[in-house]
């Protein structure tokens, strides 16, 4: 939560073939996270670029309190009729385990994107899933069939 909310422009930067990446020290452990901005982020940072909140604090985001960010999040999930109780700690491990897992993106960079410093604390947040674990087996069934 903390690393949204003090997002910065300053944390944005572009690379030499013309792609941002968020480039921060993670709040809690100092470790570097680098994070490439994909079209939807993009999208969401342009949106409020030029809102009055977040020009007035220096941030890229309006991101209320952890408390009300979560009450939000709450009400998202029940207009929605899910029962897991979500929160910004649930979307950092939805990110790892179901985003970047689930479509191949190695444990390597999901640690690096999550400001880790080795893969061991990743896997705490990135459970392994049955498809990925199919589609891993698959590939090896494949290889030795050649």
């Not at 689930?102 to 880790?116: C, D, F, T």
Request: proline content about 5%; glycine content about 2%.
């Amino acid at each position: 939560f903390i690393d949204v909310y003090n997002l910065r422009p300053e944390h944005v930067s572009e690379d030499s073939n013309g792609n941002l990446w968020i480039v921060k020290p993670r709040e809690k452990t100092n470790n570097l996270c680098n994070i490439p901005l994909l079209s939807i982020p993009k999208q969401i940072l342009e949106k409020y670029k030029d809102n009055p909140y977040c020009m007035d604090k220096g941030t890229l985001l309006p991101v209320p309190c952890n408390q009300k960010m979560n009450s939000y999040l709450k009400e998202i999930a029940d207009l929605c009729g899910i029962k897991k109780n979500l929160t910004t700690h649930t979307a950092r491990h939805s990110f790892a385990s179901v985003i970047a897992l689930a479509n191949n993106v190695s444990l390597p960079n999901v640690a690096k994107m999550l400001g880790h410093s080795s893969t061991r604390m990743t896997q705490h947040y990135a459970k392994v899933l049955d498809q990925t674990i199919l589609r891993d087996m698959q590939a090896v069934e494949e290889r030795l069939a050649l």
